[in-house]
Every structure is written in C-alpha cells, then in structure tokens.
C-alpha cells in the first residue's frame, strides 16, 4: 500500500510524532504506513481522511494502480 | 497527558508487581505448609488467578493501536505454534520412549516435577518465540 501521508505530513510541518498523536496511534504506526510496511485498517484510513480532509483514494492508493 | 495510572506501561506493571506478591506469599504459605491447599483447590486457583491477569489486562489491549496489535497476533500466532509443536513432540515422545529411559533423562526428579517441568518448558518455548516474534515483526516494518 502505497501512501502520500510522508508529503501530507511534511506539507503541515507535523513530525511523525505529531500526526501519532493526531490520529492516537504510536509513532512506530505512522512509519510503518508511511514506508507501505503496513497497511491500515479502514478505520485509520477513514480518520486519517477526515484529518487531511482528503478523499481516501487520494491518500493511499494499492501498488497495482500506481504501476 | 497520559497519566500514570491511565498509562499502558505502569498497568503492566503493577499487574506484574501484584502477580509477583501474591505468587511469593502463597508460596511462602505453602512451603510453610505443605498440605494447606489441596492440589485441585490449588490447580483452579492458579487457573484463576491467570484468567483474572488476562481479564485486568484488557484496558492495555483497548488501549492499544491496531499496528502494535498486529505485532502481537503475529507473535501469538508463532509462540502458540511453536510452543504446541514442541509439546505435540514431547508428547509423541514420551508415549513412545520406554518408562527407563524416560527415567535417565530427570533422574532426580520425580514424576511429579518431570510432568510440571514439561509442561513449563512448553510454556517458556512459548513466551520466548513470541518475544522473538514480536521483535522481528516490528523490525520488519522498521
């Protein structure tokens, strides 16, 4: 799962530690999503839209549609 | 803020430092008292006593993130399949094995301890591959 949350994040002067908070979720969290080692639930998915108040699909995006 | 005592780590803790006295004094009772608690009274007690430890420990679980929730189930999987293998060999073995032989292997202890010591070597392989489950999950999405 590929994702712009690096650059969304960066955009807004947040660290990683900042967006954890953000979202309630540890730090560790937000690198593992950020370098596509893993892949969230639809729920953090949906909460991270409405954080960036982005569509979903303009976050993430799977490695297929991207290639 | 998280406070202390909202705070995953100092739950954990505590749990632990509870287990750990009430674990040493019953103990204590015991070796001071052989026969005080009858081996089946002692066998639900314990049994009790583990469920009441899982029970106290799911604010941590509700607490928790989904991710560190994946490293967990990850290592569950491996330390639950790790330590049922070597107890489905052990079993096989023992079933097999003549009853001398058996013997050689805990020559001073008695069947009492060999059984328990089988039992709690299945536990340890266990604890031990899910820590190193859980370490290589969180190093693999470093």
Known sequence: MKSKLRVLRAERGWSQADLAERLAVSRQAINAIETGKYTPSLQLAFKVARLFALPIETIFSDEDEIR | ?142
């Open chain 2, 1 to 142: 803020m998280t406070t202390r005592a909202a705070n995953p780590a100092w739950l954990f803790a505590g749990l632990l430092a509870v287990s750990a006295v009430i674990g040493s004094t019953v103990g204590g009772l015991e070796r001071q008292h052989p026969a005080l608690i009858p081996p089946a009274a002692a066998a639900v007690g314990a049994t009790a006593a583990c469920l009441l430890a899982c029970a106290a420990l799911i604010p941590l679980w509700r607490r928790m993130d989904e991710v560190a929730r994946a490293a967990h189930q990850s290592a569950w999987y491996w330390g639950g399949s790790a330590g049922s293998a070597v107890a489905g060999g052990l079993a096989v073995y023992a079933t097999r094995e003549t009853p001398a032989h058996l013997a050689a292997l805990v020559p001073t202890m008695t069947v009492n301890g060999a059984f328990a010591a089988g039992v709690v070597a299945c536990l340890l392989i266990q604890i031990a591959v899910y820590g190193v489950g859980w370490t290589v999950w969180w190093l693999s999405k470093r």
